[in-house]
């Protein structure tokens, strides 16, 4: 193989041409794989069914890491000093870190959040201290919408920093009622008054059936609990229905329910 002489006036500016011509060749293989990284990524988290949002900021997480680092080899086959560079732009993350750490505790709840789902979209769940349903479930915040038609912001560090109770994963809700009646009242009567006052409320579902429990003697009253379970979004509907069967029922059947009385 003959070799191509190079004129004289080029020669000393060769390692630096070739340098170029490396580092330019290894910048835009750089931006292929980033490419192909971010399509990959991004195929994968959408199989497992992750949260759209999530999907989209880790798989452009990943196309970034790619193609810095193929930036920081191009850089270094010009003669540009990385480490420096790279411990600059440590430092400068360690402290946008330290700036920003509360707002990181959001955002590493919130992808906790999206990865393991303790709930999702639709979800009537207490989080925060607070209580509603699921509308929008973000890297940093958690919206919920109450009962009472109002909108709240819960902040993901302060969901995930306590209990969450998720009351829709189980598909359904139970309702419990509790029950006074006069002493001298039949208990078997009582059971089956508060049975049928229980099956003849629609929300109320037939499976899991009602149950109906004797569970105390009060200072004024026999004590029972009727428990009823319902669709998540009858919770309201139902406690209506069955406190209202129950003393309906109750009251058509003669058995008194007793009220506080204060002897002066």
Known sequence: MTNIPVPEAIEPYMPLIVGSLTAIVIFIVGL??????HSLVRRGLERRKLDPSLVSFLSSLARW????????????????????????????????GLALQGNLAHFASGVMILIFQPFKIDDYVEAGGKEGWVKDVGLFTTTLLTNDNETIIVPNGSATGGIVINYSSAGTRRVPIAVGVA????IPEV?????????????????????????GLGASSLDFLVLGHC??????????????????????????????????
């Not at 193609?67 to 400068?92: K, N, P």
């Open 32 to 37: 292929i794989l980033a490419g192909w990284t």
């Open 65 to 96: 890491m790619v193609l810095a680092a193929a930036v920081i080899a191009a850089l270094e086959r010009v003669g540009v000093q990385t480490t420096s560079l790279v411990a600059l732009l440590g430092s400068a993350g360690i402290a946008i």
């Open 183 to 186: 002493y001298g009242s039949k």
């Open 191 to 215: 059971i089956e008054v508060l049975t049928k006052a229980a099956d003849r409320c629609e929300a109320v579902k037939k499976d899991p059936a009602p149950v109906i429990a004797f569970v």
């Open 231 to 264: 669709s998540p979004a009858d919770y309201p509907n139902l406690i209506h229905q069955l406190t209202t069967a129950i003393y309906e029922d109750l009251d058509a059947a003669g058995i008194e329910i007793p009220f506080s009385q204060i002897a002066v």
